[in-house]
C-alpha cells in the first residue's frame, strides 16, 4: 500500500507541477508555445486531477479539519484552471484551425493563460501549505 501511495503521490506531484509551470511560462511568454503545449498540458491536468482524487479518497476521506479544507481550496482553484484552459485556450485553438493564420494567436488566449496560472499558484500555494495549517 505504501508502494502504491508514493507513486501516487510522486504522479501528483510531477504532473502538477509540469501543468502550472508550463501555464505560468505561457502566461509570461505571450503564449507563443500554446499550440505545441496544449495537448500535454491537459494530460498533465488530467493526471493530476486523477491521483489528487485518489489520495484525498485514500488520505482525507471523511475528515474536515483545516488541512482539508486548504486541500480543498487548492483542488477547487485547480478544477476552475482546467475549466478555464478548456474552455477559452481549447476553444480558441479550435476555432482558429481552419482560418489559415497558424502564427497568430487570438488575444483571449493569452488571458487565458494568465487566468489560469493565478488560479493554479493559488492551489500550489495552499496544498504546499496545507500540511502548516
Avoid at 90 to 108: E, I, S, V
Wanted: glycine letters at 12%; zero cysteines; hydrophobic letters at 60%.
Amino acid at each position: 500500500m505504501q508502494y502504491v501511495l508514493m507513486v501516487a503521490i510522486s504522479l501528483h506531484v510531477l504532473a502538477a507541477v509540469f501543468w502550472a509551470g508550463s501555464t505560468a511560462a505561457l502566461a509570461r511568454t505571450g503564449g507563443s508555445e500554446t499550440r505545441r503545449l496544449f495537448r500535454p498540458q491537459m494530460g498533465a491536468a488530467a493526471v493530476a486531477v486523477l491521483t489528487g482524487g485518489y489520495l484525498w479518497h485514500v488520505v482525507h476521506a471523511g475528515a474536515v479539519g483545516p488541512v482539508e479544507r486548504s486541500l480543498m481550496i487548492g483542488a477547487l482553484s485547480a478544477l476552475a484552471a482546467l475549466a478555464v484552459q478548456v474552455i477559452v485556450v481549447g476553444g480558441a485553438l479550435r476555432k482558429g484551425r481552419g482560418d489559415g493564420q497558424a502564427a497568430a494567436l487570438p488575444p483571449r488566449i493569452v488571458i487565458g493563460h494568465r487566468i489560469a496560472a493565478a488560479l493554479l499558484m493559488i492551489a500550489v500555494v495552499t496544498m504546499a501549505a496545507s500540511r502548516y495549517v
